[in-house]
């Protein structure tokens, strides 16, 4: 059995090991391939792992001894599972590895727009407290979050674990999800979008890029926003207008923005969130602790012993 790791540095940059593989057969790891590389270090292998490599219809056709596909993350729009599943190659993904991940660097980011203890600790190390004649200063305005209302856009494992983390902070919660459940229920109400966007001091995003959600944020669900809202993105770039999200911040209408995600990654330097006011933008790492991306690793093993067990785990076609 041959098992191919195409793109594996983001996943595991050097601080996890890939020895667990070497249980299945022989194995060969990429840090980082092109995709013009891809079908020449996959042609003979059995099982391939991917995070962001793109497997298509032509792909497929000259890698025939091609048996299964791991993804190396939870969302797996790269691979045309249809075309799998006509070879017969199933597709397996890695659910809910980094709930706690992202619902806590959720935190860090409103935490960091409420608080801006990274901008303060700079000034106390420039000497600005130094010079203070009172004992305290602060250069921003301050925000407790005691009392103010969360709005929570996709209500899954991660929007509802910052919902639970909003409650610990004396929050209250409201939730806007296409469907709903008694686990949700216990952590917030469930509203439709206009009551949220209306009520909401905070608005964090953590529903899924479909059709329905591109650009749920945009000019005029703005406007139904509390002036000086929040709003929060963890989920994808897509799911807000960048420029009007910008305007917003100019305006003052929003009191602060904060993201991992935008909606070309790496972020371009024609990005319009880059320079826009009370804007902090993080390089799509909320995933990132190791303790996540050793999950990874262990659902990867799952999802290969399955398959060899005829026992398919985390398939998605």
Not at 238 to 252: F, H, K, P, T, Y
Request: hydrophobic share 45%; proline share 4%; with cysteine.
């Amino acid at each position: 059995m041959k098992l191919v790791v195409l793109d594996g540095h983001a996943v595991n940059p050097g601080d996890l090991s890939w020895d667990f593989l070497k249980v299945f057969g022989e194995v060969t790891v990429y840090q980082e391939t092109a995709q013009d590389q891809v079908i020449p270090r996959i042609k003979n292998a059995d099982i391939i792992l991917i995070n962001k490599i793109v497997i298509d219809e032509a792909l497929l056709q000259a890698c025939p001894k091609l048996k299964l596909i791991c993804v190396l993350a939870t969302g797996y729009n790269v691979v045309d599972c249809h075309a799998c599943a006509k070879r017969n190659i199933p597709v397996c993904n890695v659910p809910a590895y980094g709930t706690n991940a992202v619902a806590q660097f959720t935190f860090s980011l409103l935490l960091e727009l409420c608080n801006r203890v990274g901008h303060h600790d700079r000034l106390v190390k420039d000497g600005a407290w130094e010079k203070c004649t009172g004992f305290c200063f602060w250069d921003t305005p301050q925000m407790e979050l005691a009392g103010k209302t969360m709005g929570i856009i996709g209500f899954g494992a991660i929007g509802r674990a910052v919902g639970c983390i909003a409650k610990a902070f004396g929050m209250q919660v409201l939730a806007y999800n296409r469907s709903r459940c008694a686990e949700g229920e216990a952590i917030g109400e469930y509203v439709d979008l206009d009551t949220l966007l209306a009520k909401a001091d905070i608005v964090s995003l953590h529903c899924p890029l479909t059709p329905e959600t591109t650009q749920i944020i945009n000019r005029e669900s703005l406007t139904k926003m509390k002036d000086g809202a929040i709003l929060l993105n963890t989920a994808r770039g897509g799911v807000i207008n960048e420029e009007d999200v910008r305007q917003a911040l100019e305006s003052g209408k929003l009191r602060g923005f904060a993201a991992d995600v935008v909606s070309r990654e790496p972020i371009l330097s024609s990005n319009p969130l880059l320079g826009a006011p009370n804007c902090i933008l993080t390089p799509h790492m909320a995933w990132a602790p190791i303790e996540a991306r050793q999950r990874i690793l262990d659902s990867v093993t799952a999802s290969i012993r399955g398959f060899l067990d005829g026992k398919l785990v985390n398939c998605v076609n």
